[in-house]
């Protein structure tokens, strides 16, 4: 069974691309430990903006997870997801 979010802070959405109307969007690959604690975290796809990848990887180094599980036992395992930064309409 794979791991589950327990906790998963929101990134915070860079200032200086919020000012001019930026959204973006990076896939990440996490590595959840035995514990459930972010052992690793990469940026598999990269947003044109530095500043979206490093937002996104902080975030993920904050989450919490409940831990992947081979049978009675807790498992490494990696997951990927994608963190999408983007503006909401009538938002500033």
């Known amino acids: 069974m794979p791991p ?3 906790r998963a802070p929101e990134p915070t959405y860079p200032a200086t691309l919020k000012s001019r109307s930026q959204e973006g969007e ?6 959840v430990g035995p514990d459930g604690s972010v ?7 990269p947003a044109t903006e530095v500043a979206f990848n490093d937002a996104a990887v902080e975030s993920a180094r904050m ?3 409940e831990p992947a599980r081979l049978g009675a036992s807790t498992v490494e ?8 930064f983007r ?3 009538g938002k500033p």
Do not use: C, G, N, Q
């Open 39 to 45: 052992m690793d975290v990469k940026v598999v796809r």
């Open 77 to 84: 395992y990696a997951i990927r997801f994608t963190v999408r």
């Open 26 to 31: 990076v896939e990440l690959e996490v590595k």
């Open 87 to 89: 503006l909401r309409e």
């Open 4 to 6: 589950r979010r327990k």
């Open 63 to 65: 989450s919490t997870y």
